[in-house]
Each structure stands twice: as structure tokens, then as C-alpha cells.
């Protein structure tokens, strides 16, 4: 699985594909956080958006990086296993998600003014978690595995994330956003940000189980 990752990450670099992802990742930080005033859970939700949106397009670039014989090539030389395959590109965006969240909680802090406690940064590593989970579940969903058309994948991710943000009450990203926004002490929503980051986790599981199944049946 390691040498699996390793060779995903190489792929990723030669052929560039995180530059968009990056690239909007640090734009929307930019503007989602220029106030650097307010509670630091409200700061932490902005950044935690902007790692949601960079996500879902990492997860969608990178479960698509090969195409079709290229990756029968690549799941025959990981003993013929497409689900070992799959899961190294999502360990490569969850481990690139992890680098970005460093600077998802540190710009917060740089730009403003704030009075920082254990539990804000612990939400903030919650929030980046779930919404780096979130993202990459429907990233998952809409790669070339399960759409073989460039544009409905664009369609489905689009759709799945305005649902996601904008759907009242809808959890785990939307009601999380909520909380955030409207409860100025990070202790109360530490409980909370715990239920929505184990059903983020099973969001993904049960994504990656439907890509590999879609795929399976078209190989």
C-alpha cells in the first residue's frame, strides 16, 4: 500500500493535477477568513469550507489521474486488486488534506486577533476532518470510475456540494457550518463536531464501497 501511495503521489506531482485544487484552496482561505474578528470557531468553519470545496476537487483529480488501460496496467501490478488501487488514491488525498489543514488552522491565527484555547484548535482539527472526509467521499463518487463522461462528473460534485453546504440542517457539513457560526465557545461543539466527523467517516466508506463496486462491473 505504501509503494502504492508513493507511486499515486509521484503521478500527482509529474502530471500537476493539484495545482487547481491548491490554488482555489488558498483563494477561498483568503477570502473566507480576510475578518480577522469574531469568535475563532466562526474562522475555523470558513477555513474548514474552503478545505471541503479543495477536497472534493483533489478527490475527483486524483481517483481520475489514469486512464482505463493505464489503470488495468496499474491494478495488475498491484496483484490484480482495484480496491488496493483506489485506496491508495484516497490515502493520497487524505494525507494531502492533512498537510492543508496545518495551514487551514494556522491563517486564523496569523490574520487575526484572537484568544486561542486547546478546544478551539481541537474543533478546528474536527471541522478540517470532517469536511476533508466529506470531500473526499463525494469526490470518490464522481471520479471516472463511476462517471465515463467528463461533464456529468462535473454536474454530480456541483450538485452533492451545494447540497451539502446549503441544505439547512443537513448533516455533517451543513450543521456543523451552523454550529460553528452561531456558538461563539469551541467546548460545547467539541461532542457534536465528534458525531458529524464518525458520520463523515462512514460517508466515505460507504463512498469508496460504491466506486469500487461501479468499477468493478465495467472492468
Known sequence: MIALIRYTFATVLHTQRYVAPLLLFTGLLGVLTVNGNGPLPAAYASSAGAMFVCSTWLAVAVTSLDEPPQ??????????????????????????????????LAFPLWLGDHAVTAAD?????????????????IGVLCSRQVFTR???????????????????????????????????????LLAPAGA????SALLLTASTAATHCVGGHRQ
Not at 484548535?121 to 467521499?137: P, R
Not at 456529468?152 to 451552523?178: D, S, Y
Not at 452561531?182 to 467546548?187: E, F, K, N, R
Request: charged share 5%.
Open 71 to 104: 489503470r488495468a496496467i496499474t491494478v495488475v501490478t498491484a496483484g490484480g486488486r482495484p480496491l488496493r488501487v483506489l485506496l491508495a488514491a484516497i490515502g493520497t488525498v487524505l494525507l494531502s488534506c492533512l498537510a492543508l489543514m496545518a495551514v487551514g
Open 121 to 137: 484548535l481541537l474543533l478546528g482539527v474536527e471541522a478540517q476532518l470532517v469536511c476533508a472526509l466529506t470531500g473526499t467521499a
Open 150 to 188: 467528463q461533464g456529468h462528473a462535473v454536474v454530480a460534485a456541483l450538485a452533492l456540494l451545494t447540497g451539502a453546504l446549503f441544505t439547512k440542517g443537513l448533516p455533517p457539513v451543513n450543521r456543523l457550518f451552523a454550529l460553528m457560526a452561531t456558538t461563539p465557545d469551541a467546548a460545547p
Open 196 to 199: 458529524m466527523l464518525a458520520l
